[in-house]
């Protein structure tokens, strides 16, 4: 089962889930603050509909593809329960180590957390299997 939750508002990309390089005005700080519950909510809505429609999934994995490997120009979460099918969707959702393809939805939380110090882009090297 798969399932992509798209926010309304258009966000381009993951890699644009960022304030501006060094700027911490109260206008970046609120920008931040939207773009952590909107990604929170993202996730909260497919955790919440995968474990409705997906209850017996052995596990589930949440995350975004990276440019050049999205293939819309519009933010968008892949919710998936495991196992897959097929070899293709097992390469296709997981990290390819330096590539960084794709990006778990838990450590873009972790990058926007207000507490971490880097704010200089989705960083590589991921986890992408969220175990629920």
């Known amino acids: 089962?798969?399932?992509?939750?798209?926010?309304?508002?258009?966000?381009k990309t993951v890699k644009d889930l960022r304030p501006g390089e060094e700027d911490y005005s109260l206008e970046c700080i609120s920008?931040?603050?939207?773009l952590v519950l909107a990604v929170s909510h993202?996730?909260?809505l497919g955790k919440s509909t995968l474990l409705h429609d997906a209850p017996d999934a052995a596990k589930y994995r949440f995350g975004f593809?990276?440019?050049?490997?999205?293939?819309?120009?519009?933010?968008h979460l892949h919710c998936t329960a495991l196992p897959y099918k097929s070899v293709w969707r097992r390469l296709k959702y997981?990290?390819?180590?330096?590539?960084?393809?794709?990006v778990s939805v838990e450590h873009v939380l972790q990058y926007l957390d207000t507490?971490?110090?880097?704010?200089?882009?989705?960083?590589?090297?991921?986890?992408p299997e969220l175990h629920v």
Do not use: Q
């Open 42 to 44: 993202m996730y909260k």
């Open 65 to 75: 593809h990276r440019p050049p490997f999205n293939s819309v120009d519009h933010l």
């Open 1 to 11: 089962m798969h399932y992509l939750v798209i926010p309304t508002n258009h966000i």
């Open 115 to 127: 507490n971490k110090d880097t704010k200089t882009g989705v960083p590589l090297g991921d986890e």
């Open 94 to 102: 997981v990290s390819v180590g330096w590539l960084g393809a794709y």
């Open 31 to 34: 920008y931040l603050c939207y």
